[in-house]
C-alpha cells in the first residue's frame, strides 16, 4: 500500500508528523495494521475522496487507526491516548505547540469502543489543524 493513502487514513498532522519521522518503520507499522484489520486500499481511497462519510466508516478501518496509534505507543488498549508519550515525540520539534494545543482539543474524545475513539480523535485532530492552518 502506497504511504500517500496511510497518510489520508491518518487524517492529522500529528500522525502525518510521526509517519514522516519514523520513515521506513513507521510505514511498516501502517501497511502491519491495515494488513491485520483488511483495510483495503479502496477503503482508504473512498475515504480521502469524501465518498465514504465519517459516520459510514467501518470497524475495521477504525481499529486500523486504534492499531497504528498503539504500535506507535501513543493509546493504550483502551483507547486512550498516552498524551506524555505523544509530547516526548514532539518536545524538540518544530511542530510542539501545534501538538500541545491539538492534544489539549482532542486528547479527550472518546468513541464507543477503542477502536472508534482512535479514530474519533483522529478526526478531531484532523479537524483541529484544519482549522489552525486557516488561521
Known sequence: MKSAFALALLLGCLTGCLMAGDGDSGRQIVETCFSENGVAEQDIVDLKSGKTK????????????????????????????????????????????????????CGSVTGDNPCDSAFQILSCLEKHVSEMMKM
Not at 496509534?69 to 493504550?76: E, P
Request: charged content about 30%; some cysteine; hydrophobic content about 40%.
Open 54 to 105: 465519517p459516520e459510514e466508516v467501518k470497524d475495521n478501518v477504525k481499529c486500523s487507526a486504534q492499531c497504528i496509534l498503539a504500535k506507535f505507543g501513543f493509546m493504550n488498549s483502551k483507547g486512550q491516548l498516552l498524551n506524555d508519550k505523544i509530547l516526548e515525540h514532539f518536545k524538540d520539534a518544530p511542530a510542539k505547540e501545534q501538538a500541545e494545543k491539538a492534544l489539549a482539543a
